[in-house]
Antibody
């Protein structure tokens, strides 16, 4: 089964650091971009950035560049999202998702077709 | 950034009804639009890509249309499992952006 499994909920204090994870299985992890998406009641869904596990190429949304770091350890099929110093405004649900997986077939799109279950981050 | 504006914000409908949701882009995005369904406590689920192509496994009562700046998602004959929030997403340029969502509730 193709799936992304995210790490569990976190409760942190402002100023603390955090790294959450997203483990892919059931497919060629290094062949598909992984995107990170933030969801809050106030701003809805926001694309944060993406990483290509094959070579660690990253692309960030300007809104999140410098605020978070996206990384990957392809040897264990895990993508990460990390903060150096959390703020209360980082409180949100965070999702990872594959970009244009298309069941491993040639993909005509780069929509987000496999999603992790989400990681709730509370900063208080 | 490309802004996506969905309308309406909220729809109250009955089982069997047909519902249409509109997504307008602040600039032309060709057909690079996707639609997602999200149920409470769950991740979004891809329904439609390239504006009108149904994702594998998605029931045929869902359909999408449009290009350029105006797009629609239609759910014909609403089923109980369709009551959820629906989001559009543009995949034409970076940063990728989403609409604010349309909640479909049971009347």
């Amino acid at each position: 089964e193709v799936q992304l499994v995210q790490s569990g909920a976190e409760v942190k204090k402002p100023g603390e650091s955090l790294k959450i994870s997203c483990k892919g299985s059931g497919y060629s992890f290094t062949s598909y971009w992984i995107a990170w998406v933030r969801q809050t009641p106030g701003k809805g869904l926001e694309w944060m950035g993406k990483i290509y596990p094959g070579d660690s190429e990253t692309r960030y949304s300007p809104s999140f560049e410098g605020q978070v770091t996206i990384s990957v350890d392809k040897s264990i099929s895990i993508a990460y999202l990390q903060w150096g110093s959390l703020k209360a405004s980082d409180t949100a649900m965070y999702y990872c998702a594959t970009v244009g997986y298309c069941s491993g077939e040639p993909c005509p799109h780069d929509a987000f077709d496999i999603w992790g279950q989400g990681t709730m981050v509370t900063v208080s | 950034d490309i802004q996506l504006t969905q309308s309406p914000f909220f729809v109250s409908a009955s089982v069997g009804d047909s519902v249409t949701i509109t997504c307008r882009a602040s600039q032309a995005i060709a057909s690079y639009l996707a639609w997602y369904q999200q149920k409470p406590g769950k991740a979004p689920n891809l329904l439609i890509y390239l504006a009108s192509t149904l994702q594998s496994g998605v029931p045929s009562r869902f359909s999408g249309s449009g290009s350029g700046t105006e797009f629609t998602l239609t759910i014909s004959s609403l089923q109980p499992e369709d009551f959820a929030t629906y989001y559009c997403q543009q995949l034409n340029s970076y940063p990728r952006t989403f609409g604010q969502g349309t909640k479909v509730e049971i009347k």
